[in-house]
């Protein structure tokens, strides 16, 4: 695709329930990121894949949240029991990895949690 | 760790005027690059202008440039002949650089921009 794809682009789920969100970076981007951004605020950084593996996982606030990309291209984030705090917007990023810095950003799942 | 601070958090500028928007940041690295992105209603975060640390000549793409001053730690950006089109929010970003990889970006609180008619 011509730019990075994120679904659902909205999200209403119950709390307690389980939810996933997917990425669909730019074509043969090996970099991808995953930020929570807040209302009001930066986004925060979660997890960073280089390829398939996971080259920085930190920013991951507990063991609810886990993601994936088992291929090397597409992501998927999951988190489990949701609570009302995981409410935000979750930007997807992705680059060609190597020396070039520029991160290409989706739109982003708002995701609400009731 | 690094931080990055916006003090604005919301500027008024009308349109075709020039506006000047802060950053600094906290870092004891010495390389590393910056960055100003515009995030409009539509969520979608986009690159406005970077800079690496190790240049001292200050970034400029068309209207937009950057004050780099490396030793004070702060990063502005200039935004000239505003237009209606650059109301948004707009985060400063740091990236520490590791070897040629990219890396994460740590994000600002932002500063949200009204370009007045």
């Known amino acids: 695709g011509a730019g990075v794809s994120q679904t659902p682009s909205n999200k209403v789920t119950e709390k307690g329930k389980y939810v996933e969100l997917r990425c669909d970076p730019i074509s043969g981007h090996t970099a991808l990121y995953w930020y929570r951004q807040s209302l009001g605020q930066g986004p925060e950084f979660l997890i960073y894949f280089q390829g398939t593996g996971a080259a920085d996982d930190s920013g991951l606030p507990n063991d609810r949240f886990f993601a994936v990309r088992p291929e090397g291209s597409v992501s998927t984030l999951k988190i489990q029991r949701t609570e009302r705090g995981d409410s935000a917007v979750y930007l997807c990023?992705?680059?060609?990895?190597?020396?070039?810095?520029?991160?290409?950003f989706g739109q982003g799942t708002r995701l609400t949690v009731v | 760790a690094q931080t990055v601070t916006q003090s604005q958090p919301e500027m008024s500028v009308q349109e075709a005027e020039t506006v000047t928007l802060s950053c600094t940041y906290d870092t004891s690295e010495s390389n590393y690059y910056l960055f100003w992105y515009k995030q409009p209603p539509s969520r979608q975060m986009i690159l406005v202008i970077r800079q690496e640390a190790y240049k001292q000549q200050n970034a400029t793409e068309n209207r937009f440039s950057v004050n780099f001053q490396k030793a004070a730690k702060s990063f502005s950006l200039k935004i000239s002949d505003s237009q209606l089109g650059d109301t948004a929010m707009y985060f400063c970003?740091?990236?520490?650089?590791?070897?040629?990889?990219?890396?994460?970006?740590?994000f600002g609180t932002g500063t949200l921009l009204a370009v007045q008619p």
């Open positions: 990023a992705s680059s060609p990895g190597g020396g070039d810095t520029e991160a290409f």
């Open positions: 970003a740091f990236m520490k650089q590791v070897g040629g990889a990219t890396n994460k970006l740590i």
